[in-house]
């Protein structure tokens, strides 16, 4: 059962399936974009699905799953490509380049600001104390997130997506099994499976 909306528990779990009738515009998603890169110390990642999934509900826990899965596949870092395949979803091409300008423009300038500053005190002790106190956080924050992208596929239970979810993990976690290998048989599989429980299940429906 599905717990109301003045639950206490993750937002995930309150209303996953709910999103917003209105698309965001082109300075909506320029805005989120750059509040997320500003935020995300050690990785965007966190920031990027608790604004997209549980702040603006643009996207629902598996949509966004989905979307992360496919960015994977392109060239270049993730959270980039999902700048640019979230803002195209409800922009276009207009709504890709106002997200990624988002993303992108505001850490260069810092970046580089710091960069500056770290070529004259990288060697400073309290200065390196700082960035492994920060480099512990972001690992933190990055199994968290990892939790919650797994919530929803751990809620359906579904044998057969954790029977996969398994073995692409012990294939490149444990065996150390080059990725792109992995990969060539793991998603045509998941697509094969997909596409027989949705056919599976259109059958059901109309035989009811």
């Known amino acids: 059962m599905v ?7 993750d937002p995930d779990l309150r209303r996953p399936d709910t999103v917003p009738a209105a698309p965001p515009g082109l300075f909506e998603l320029f805005l989120a974009f750059a509040k997320m890169s500003l935020a995300g110390f050690g990785g965007v990642l ?4 608790r604004a997209i999934v549980e702040q603006h509900r643009w996207m629902t826990p ?3 799953n989905e979307a992360f899965a496919l960015c994977h596949f392109l060239p270049g870092p993730n959270i980039v490509n999902l700048s640019v395949v979230f803002g195209a979803r409800f922009r276009g ?38 960035l492994n106190g920060v480099s512990a956080a972001a690992v933190g924050l990055f199994v968290g997130v990892i939790y919650r ?17 398994a073995a692409v993990f012990i294939a ?26 949705r056919m ?9």
Do not use: C, H
Not at 97 to 126: D, H, M, N, Q
Not at 177 to 197: D, G, M, R
Not at 200 to 208: D, G, N, P, R, Y
């Open 149 to 165: 992208m797994m919530t929803p596929l751990l809620k359906r239970r579904n044998p057969v997506e954790l029977s996969l979810l």
């Open 172 to 197: 490149v976690g444990l065996f150390r099994f080059p990725l792109p290998w992995v990969l060539a048989i793991a998603v045509p599989l998941s697509i094969a499976v997909t596409y027989a429980a």
């Open 46 to 49: 966190v920031w990027a699905r």
């Open 200 to 208: 599976k299940a259109k059958k059901s429906e109309a035989a009811s």
């Open 93 to 130: 091409i207009p709504g890709s380049i106002a997200a990624f300008l988002g993303l992108l423009g505001p850490p260069v300038l810092i970046v580089t600001t710091l960069a500056v500053i770290y070529s004259r005190y990288g060697e400073v002790p309290a200065l390196q104390r700082t």
């Open 62 to 64: 598996d949509q966004f």
């Open 3 to 9: 717990a109301s909306d003045s639950s206490p528990l």
